[in-house]
Nanobody, 121 residues
Framework: QLQVVESGGGLVQPGGSLTLSCVASGSLFSIYNMGWYRQAPGMERELVAHITSGGNTKYADAVKGRFTISRDNAKNTVFLQMNSLKPEDTAVYYC???????????????WGQGTQVTVSS
């Protein structure tokens, strides 16, 4: 299983942009599907964006057209470009290797520290 470290979160005003990065260890990064999840205070975890090893992407309805997931296999990194941010995007964002039918299926040990995104004026 890959080990990952998320970064790039911060405080941003509504309408602003942030790019999250997730750097993975290990030589098999390129064969992993990767997902960005988030958890807002008092809310369930949810899948935000997913990218397959082949580069196919999918997004939660709430972020379609605003967020873009991408990957750089040479750098073992997956990105989440977030534009037109809204207060409801405030959450801790997590990078998870693999594909799961729901966030509840992700083994607890795979949830790292995440990176905090706060959208507020």
């Amino acid at each position: 299983q890959l080990q990952v470290v998320e970064s790039g979160g911060g405080l941003v005003q509504p309408g602003g942009s942030l790019t999250l990065s997730c750097v993975a260890s290990g030589s098999l990064f390129s064969i992993y599907n990767m997902g960005w999840y988030r958890q807002a205070p008092g809310m369930e975890r949810e899948l935000v964006a997913h990218i397959t090893s082949g580069g196919n992407t999918k997004y939660a309805d709430a972020v379609k057209g605003r967020f873009t997931i991408s990957r750089d296999n040479a750098k073992n990194t997956v990105f989440l470009q977030m534009n037109s941010l809204k207060p409801e995007d405030t959450a801790v964002y997590y990078c998870i290797p693999g594909s799961y039918t729901s966030p509840a299926r992700v083994p607890q040990a795979h949830w790292g520290q995440g990176t905090q995104v706060t959208v507020s004026s």
